[in-house]
């Protein structure tokens, strides 16, 4: 096996695997910091400590068990060169599941997404640092769509007989082990020569046939083909961790009228009794979250991959530092005989696995536990109330932070170009700040949502009250309609003045004539575009006005008409001209004083323009 990094513990050649030493490591991990929180965003799942979990013994099977996304979020804040340790036992399903969220990018010249060839090269180089067999074994563990989009994107390939095969082919480009194939690096950089050739040797020497069926493949792929399989199937892969296709996502974040709200907030409340009742029920059982993924088939089938990749000895002493030796044998029925013995047993395997699946969700739930009673600063209401929830009921307090992650997804898929971590991260934040517009605004008009609130009770505990009846998907639908609002507003305004002022004369062109066949006209205003979502042409619109306005009005305006309106920073605010001065960077919009702010300086528009 590839030792030269390993979990702290299993590095210790003087390691004796008994039940005592493993339960002082188990609470020696615990105690430590296993857990932190996320760009200070308390509603974010919180992160693995990396270091804390590259000291766990269990860190081999820690990384089955982890979420994909979890993991990968928690190595990206982490850095990839410092988590070395972690990515190298990151392996098989795991491992392709990692990997769709980070080598997915948005390509604007298929105007759909592709891999990306630096980021799969980062990972490459990382795996190199361990060996290059290792490298090729994880090549080969990704699944076939994704090895073969890869190679089309690191070689130009040339079967040899065919009549591309030139002179100039045979005498300048790279020829493969087996003669069969000329290759030659898109990336002209010598260093990447000096990477890939061993990566490719090592991968003639795992399995000639299967390397040349690789370059075979990829030579001969249409790759517009290859592309659209491959995003199926990665799709299907984050529809199974929460993520939802496009189109349902493009339905949830669709503006709602009154209507619609009060019908979606009766359906809330009936559906959060029964979450209440479900999760009542689930704090009876000793472990009940350990339970809900106890027997994941992915999960058991990687796991149990990995221990069948070992000989006998080498798979026993994992088995030994994840469970000790007193559980191996009540598994086995034994106390004289070596577990050894019933490596080659599928009972035997299953069992274990099944025994270290349970031990990891415990370590990962208690670690969580202990982290949620030490959340940081809490500036915002809705994070006051998630940290009162959570104080008061764990299961509870995680149990929502999965609905907020969920939120999170959708939003993330309807209007997001990729979900590399820089993306999560700033779709975990936008979402705290429509959640918490959302709260603020059934607190203030609680009878718009037929919502009864005691008068007497403080706003943290109207707002953990609110929290639990509604739940936080309809707290994000009237935050994220409000923000909608907003949009439609600086719409409406810049319409306004555009038709009414004499000066501008629909200088800001926000009504668009169309010449139809029969020749007659049709108007579009800026207005009806972002009722209807096209931002694609709000963009086109934003592009024709830029040079016609200064960079401080035009960014603000692009700020506000932007699929995700965000909040331009404000600079100063002059109470006697009753006007604000913005700087040019923004940040997610989080309270309804955002929201009044911006609402004053539509109001006070004209006079803002005239005076830039």
Known sequence: MFMLRTPKYLSQETYQASSYHLASAADEGLRSIAWKPDSENPLAPALLNIDWLTAQPMLPFLTHVAPAHLLYRSIMAHGMEDSIEVIE???GTQLQKVLDFDLW??????QSEDISYEKFMSWLRLWLQISSEFAVERFLELEEETIVLIFSKIFEIIPDGVSQVTEEVRENWWVTEDKKFFLRLRDEDPETFEQIKPFVDSLYKHNARLAASVFAHSAMLVRQESLEDGL?????????QGFVAKDEALKVLAPKSKNALKQIINEARKLEEKRIEALNKMNKN???VVHDHKFDPEIHEGIAEFLSKLDCEEGVRYMQLALGDVTLKQITGSENISPEYFYEDKDFINESTDKIIEKCQKLLIRSEFVYSRSVNKMNLLIEKAFHEITNSDHVKGIYLKERVAHISNVLLSGVMSSISNDSLVRSLAIVKGVLNIGLELCLLTPSDYNINLDEEKNDLEKSVYCLNLVGPEFL????????LNISKETAQVLCEIDSSDSGLKNSLKTVHRISLSDSSVLEVSLVKLIENQKYSDVNVWLSSIESDLSSTIFFVIESLLSRIPMCPEILSFDKINDTLKFTQSRKPFETLDDIEKVKLFLKNFYRNLSKE
Request: glycine share 6%; proline share 3%; aromatic share 18%.
């Open 286 to 288: 000793s472990a009940p």
């Open 89 to 91: 036992w990151i392996r």
């Open 105 to 110: 990018e948005k390509s604007y010249e298929l």
């Open 232 to 240: 199926r199937w990665k799709n299907g892969r984050l529809a199974d």
């Open 476 to 483: 994000f639908q009237v935050g994220w309609n409000v923000l």
